[in-house]
């Protein structure tokens, strides 16, 4: 079984500029996450999908940061404009959804984010 | 304050030692603690999970949970060098949802 994969691996972009990282979730899972590593710090949850709905957004930064998760498959984290406190790593995990249980979340290599 | 702390380390220690990694917390309304182990250049993995206080165990690793001190630990037995990674405590309170908090994280190397 195929974990979960995120693309690109590695970005390096402009202050100002766009990026999207895409995030494929473990086949079945109906939950998906995205949490983000800022150098010297610790692993920060951004949001949750249940589906295709957004479940918690609470730790996303500001309006520049857009997730989406369409057709509740796939999930694709924008930010425009990228600012230089965007760079570091962007984790993407999923997990089945498991009510009154322990709900494992898997988690992506990560996309490195490196705005200069 | 930050609502997990945890020594970053790096913590540097010859094979077939026992190794104790340990984080604090805050917030008393944590149910679960997860420990994670991460390798360079890869995501997360989970080690073991504990529900409210207690210990568990599952071959070398042991997991204890102290709420009245807000205090949880690792331990890892006859440590080898394929143990060398960053190994992070998670937390997560139930009605808050899947979020999970993590602490820094703790380097460990384990020298041959």
């Known amino acids: 079984e195929a974990g979960v994969t995120q693309f690109p691996s590695h970005s390096v972009i402009e202050k100002g500029q766009t990026v999207t990282l895409r995030c494929d979730p473990i086949?079945?899972?109906?939950?998906l996450y995205w949490y983000r590593r800022v150098m010297g710090k610790e692993i920060k949850f951004l949001l949750h999908f249940v589906k295709e709905s957004k479940q918690d957004e609470s730790g996303m930064p500001n309006n520049r940061f857009l997730a989406e998760r369409t057709g509740g498959t796939y999930s694709t984290l924008k930010v425009q404009p990228a600012e230089l406190e965007d760079s570091g790593v962007y984790f993407c995990?999923?997990?089945?959804?498991?009510?009154?249980?322990?709900?494992?979340?898997?988690f992506g290599p990560g996309t490195r984010l490196t705005v200069t | 304050q930050k609502e997990v702390e945890q020594d970053p380390g790096p913590l540097s220690v010859p094979e077939g030692a026992i190794v104790s990694l340990n984080c604090t917390y805050s917030n008393s309304a944590f149910q679960y603690f997860m420990w994670y182990r991460q390798y360079s250049r890869k995501g997360p993995e989970l080690l073991m999970y504990t529900y409210s206080s207690g210990n568990k165990e599952d071959g070398r690793f042991t997991a204890q949970v102290d709420k009245s001190s807000k205090y949880i630990s690792l331990f890892i037995r006859d440590s080898q060098p394929s143990d060398s990674a960053t190994y992070l405590c998670a937390m997560r309170v139930v009605k808050y949802g899947n979020k999970l908090v993590f602490g820094a994280g703790t380097i460990l190397r384990v020298k041959s």
């Open positions: 995990a999923s997990s089945q959804g498991r009510p009154g249980a322990h709900d494992e979340q898997y």
């Open positions: 086949s079945g899972h109906d939950n």
